[in-house]
T-cell receptor, first 110, second 112 residues
Framework: GEDVEQSLFLSVREGDSSVINCTYT??????LYWYKQEPGAGLQLLTY?????DMKQDQRLTVLLNKKDKHLSLRIADTQTGDSAIYFC??????????FGKGTRLHILP | NAGVTQTPKFRVLKTGQSMTLLCAQD?????MYWYRQDPGMGLRLIHY???????AKGEVPDGYNVSRLKKQNFLLGLESAAPSQTSVYFC???????????FGSGTRLTVV
């Protein structure tokens, strides 16, 4: 079946860039998403990219999509303590079904 | 501008007790979902609904039942709670063909 894989942990120093990577297996993706979950809260849609795009930039966030390799990444520039959270990669297929990765916990070092 | 509201936010149950979790959305979304989140397991889909009066099984449906009698509400029931059902439960909703899901803030359930 379809799967989304991402590493479970990432530590980054405050002020550096964070890069969270994700791979997926679905060949009929329409949209790919990054969700952010802060402690004790639900998932919030952070950004998304349409499957025929290869890059999207939104302020400190840059999403890169390599459709050939089925690889998605999220870069957070100038990482702040408020960026500490779990980041979920997700893939939506033509049936509108969304498959979530297990989430990457981003830890910010002072 | 409530979005997706889950009640209750916290609950402790004894093994064998029953309870119902309520999810309400005010965005006129057709689709609604129930997930559970456990450490290291990510989000696992329990049941979902593609419209009023319809429900379908997800990845981990055993021990749960659902109902969608009104478009805006999706209820998740535990008939006889077990410690393995200790988890954080999230409800989500979306438009058919829409962009992403809107999530509630979760219900933390402990079964002792």
């Amino acid at each position: 079946g379809e799967d989304v894989e991402q590493s479970l942990f990432l530590s980054v120093r405050e002020g550096d860039s964070s890069v969270i990577n994700c791979t997926y297996t679905d060949s009929s993706s329409t949209y790919l998403y990054w969700y952010k979950q802060e402690p004790g809260a639900g998932l919030q849609l952070l950004t998304y990219i349409f499957s025929n795009m290869d890059m999207k930039q939104d302020q400190r966030l840059t999403v890169l999509l390599n459709k050939k390799d089925k690889h998605l990444s999220l870069r957070i520039a100038d990482t702040q303590t408020g960026d500490s959270a779990i980041y979920f990669c997700a893939d939506q297929n033509r049936d509108d079904k969304i498959i979530f990765g297990k989430g990457t916990r981003l830890h910010i070092l002072p | 501008n409530a979005g997706v509201t889950q009640t209750p936010k916290f609950r402790v149950l004894k093994t064998g007790q029953s309870m119902t979790l309520l999810c309400a959305q005010d965005m006129n979304h057709e689709y609604m979902y129930w997930y559970r989140q456990d450490p290291g397991m990510g989000l696992r889909l329990i049941h979902y609904s593609v419209g009023e009066g319809t429900t379908a099984k997800g990845e981990v449906p055993d021990g749960y039942n659902v109902s969608r009698l009104k478009k805006q509400n999706f209820l998740l029931g535990l008939e006889s709670a077990a410690p393995s059902q200790t988890s954080v439960y999230f409800c989500a909703s979306s438009y058919a063909g829409g962009l992403g899901y809107t999530f509630g803030s979760g219900t933390r359930l402990t079964v002792v």
